[in-house]
């Protein structure tokens, strides 16, 4: 799996306090859906085991999201990563809303080629 910092939501942010916390903004080109979606991966490096990620994968027409849409919610843990293909319905933008009951380890969530499915 190779990470493109233009297609990271997080990057090594604490996981710790996170209740809905948004990410960075990604730009999906000009919006759509692709043939072979990539996959949107969101993992917990160092966390406490019993502990989860639940992450809220939305989509607007505008980067301010006034109207975001939500595509998909998806739950992890330190050994059970978000590995999901990108939904239909993507449009321009796309964020995360994460909320996190860990209290150790980093976030890291971005969309990628492909996940091990391991």
């Not at 990057?11 to 996170?18: I, K, N, P, T």
């Not at 996959?39 to 999201?65: N, W």
């Not at 590995?83 to 909320?99: C, E, F, S």
Request: glycine share 12%; net charge neutral.
């Amino acid at each position: 799996m190779i990470f493109d910092k233009e297609n990271l939501f997080l990057d090594g942010v604490a996981a710790s306090g996170m209740t809905n916390a948004l990410s960075n903004v990604v730009v999906n080109g000009e919006g759509g859906n692709a043939a072979n979606p990539l996959y949107l991966f969101a993992g917990v490096k160092g966390g406490d085991a019993g502990k989860k990620i639940t992450v809220v994968l939305e989509t607007a027409d505008v980067e301010a999201f006034t109207t975001p849409v939500t595509l998909g919610t998806f739950e992890g843990t330190a050994t059970a990563p978000v590995k999901a293909k990108l939904p239909i319905g993507a449009k321009k933008y796309l964020r995360l809303k994460v909320t996190s009951t860990f209290t150790a380890g980093t976030v890291t969530a971005g969309l990628v080629n492909d996940v091990d499915h391991g």
